[in-house]
Structure formats: C-alpha cells, structure tokens
C-alpha cells in the first residue's frame, strides 16, 4: 500500500514563497508518476504540476515560470517551490502517486496554501 504524507502548506502574502513537500514511503522512482493538482472553493480539482520517472515534468499555464517540480530520491518526495504567489493559488494542493506494475492511484491527504493580497 502507497501512503503519501504532505506537507509544507500555510499562509502566505502575494509575492511571497513555500514549499510542498509529499514524502511516499517507497521509492519515487516506483511511481509511473507523481503530480500536485489543487482543488480551489467551488471548482474542480485541476493539475498543477507532474513529474514522470523519466524526468519530464509538465505545469499548468497558470503557474509556469513560478511552480517548480522536483524529487528528492533520499526523501522519497516530490517537492513543489512555489514562488511569485498569488492569491489566484489560493486552494488545498494533493499530491498523487500513479504506477501500474502494481497498479496505484493514491491521493495525499491535501494541503493548504493560503495567500493573501
């Protein structure tokens, strides 16, 4: 069974920066991939950013240039930078884990970005 731990959330002015961190308790390289989506008030979950096993990683035009993805193969996490916040990011950010030998879609409990104008 995957278990994600999430943390790094809080609250934030505009402009200002955080950090994601999602910690698995396997390899990160388990993963066919791993990806932060967020879910705003009212609206649907979307993604945010997604790192595959190869590497490639892939943003949401909303946030490309600010979010950066990343691993930390020691931490088994994958990490979000956030920088240049908004309030616009204001929502609670999940992180997900896909893999298909065996198959998994496992969602992390959310987390809280908060940032005010």
């Known amino acids: 069974q995957v278990q994600l731990v999430e943390s790094g959330g809080g609250l934030v002015q505009a402009g200002g920066s955080l950090r994601l961190s999602c910690r698995a308790n396997?390899?990160?390289?388990?993963?066919?991939?791993m990806a932060w989506y967020r879910r705003a008030g009212g609206k649907e979950r979307e993604l945010v950013a997604g790192?595959?096993?190869?590497?490639?990683?892939e943003y949401a035009e909303a946030v490309k240039g600010r979010f950066t993805i990343s691993r930390d193969v020691g931490q088994n996490s994958v990490d979000l930078q956030m920088n240049n916040l908004k309030p616009e990011d204001t929502a609670v950010y999940y992180c997900?884990?896909?893999?298909?030998?065996?198959?998994?879609?496992?969602w992390g409990q959310g987390t809280q970005v908060t940032v005010s104008s």
């Open positions: 997900n884990y896909v893999s298909s030998q065996p198959v998994y879609d496992v």
């Open positions: 396997r390899s990160v390289f388990s993963a066919n991939s």
């Open positions: 790192i595959t096993r190869g590497g490639a990683t």
